[in-house]
């Protein structure tokens, strides 16, 4: 792996274009709660959004659980201009949230000479080791138990190898990678368990699923099914990006105005982004919706 930089380096060097995502948050003083699997922000007094009950209950219909056991983002990224022409314009509240969006957008084109690229780098292999399964090995050895996988490209004449997939190879090259395939003639939009195919998960291990971005979820969603299908016996997913869009969704734009990227979670810990704060959530716990 490569060299992890401490907790306040990386939030001195990146901590500007961050902001801590807070699954289940309730509702307060207008501003919207927010999902308790997605972390997206939700109308009314809802505890999960409606992708990911409408995930809940086609599972439920096979008679098993929900395909995710455990759900970490880094951080908020909200869609829009590229920030490089709309910052002398744009709403404060969300600047931090259109960087964001901007690495996540900008590293994908260019390879290595892409000024986002060593930034997405640097996200990356911070999220990873900090924040991984491994993470609780106080010296950082490999954990060669948990195996690994990323979304493969589901965009009509992609050829050649994603770019996040070159990032995190890097990163875990010491670990076993599960190739998730896209199924010939399946419809990637949305959710769709039958999108994605894979090898047998050797010896029934755990699997670590990561992917640059959530917008609905429907393909982490529909991989997590696959790995389990072939035989994981947990599925994590770690996302870079839990995207907003302000434009398509009111509570969305309500959650921004409200100062939902920078406020203070009531934990003690620093508002907008703390790389201290886990941003793990244990989907298995029945605390977050009863009728799982």
């Given amino acids: 792996m490569t060299p992890l930089l401490s907790d306040e380096v990386f939030r001195r060097t990146y901590g500007s274009y961050l902001c801590s995502v807070k699954p289940g948050l309730l509702p307060m003083e207008g501003r919207p709660g927010t999902c308790c699997v ?3 922000p939700l109308k009314d007094n809802y505890l999960i959004c409606r992708q990911c009950e409408r995930v809940r209950d086609v599972i ?3 008679g098993k659980p929900f395909p995710l056991d455990g759900l970490a983002f880094l951080t908020y990224a909200v869609e ?3 920030l490089d022409s709309a910052a002398r314009l744009m709403d404060p509240r969300e600047r931090k949230g259109r960087q964001a969006y901007t690495v996540l957008k900008g590293y994908k084109t260019g390879g290595e000479s892409n000024p986002w690229w060593p ?3 640097a996200w990356v292999a911070w999220f990873l080791q900090r924040w991984g399964p491994w993470a609780a090995w106080t010296d950082r050895r490999d954990n060669q138990e948990w195996l690994w996988a990323t979304i493969p490209s589901v965009r009509s004449g992609r050829k050649n ?3 996040l997939h070159l990032i995190v190879s890097a990163v875990l090259n010491t670990h076993i990678e599960v190739v998730l395939r896209t199924t010939e003639g399946a419809e990637g939009r949305g959710f769709n368990p039958n999108l994605f195919t894979c090898d047998p998960v050797p010896h029934n291990a755990p699997v670590l699923l990561i992917d640059d971005s959530w917008t609905s979820g429907g393909n982490v969603l529909s991989a997590s099914v696959a790995l389990k299908t072939a035989g994981a016996s947990n599925v994590n997913a770690m996302i870079l990006g839990r995207l907003l869009n302000p434009g398509s969704w009111s509570p ?5 105005d409200h100062d939902g990227l920078h406020l203070n979670f009531g934990d003690g810990l620093q508002p907008g982004f703390d790389p201290a704060r886990s941003p793990w959530t244990k989907l298995v716990d029945s605390k ?3 009728s799982w």
């Fill in 38 to 40: 997605c972390a997206g």
């Fill in 60 to 62: 439920a219909l096979t």
């Fill in 80 to 82: 829009g201009a590229d």
């Fill in 119 to 121: 930034v997405a780098v």
């Fill in 161 to 163: 190898e994603h770019p």
């Fill in 252 to 256: 969305t734009r309500e959650f921004i």
């Fill in 288 to 290: 977050l919706n009863p």
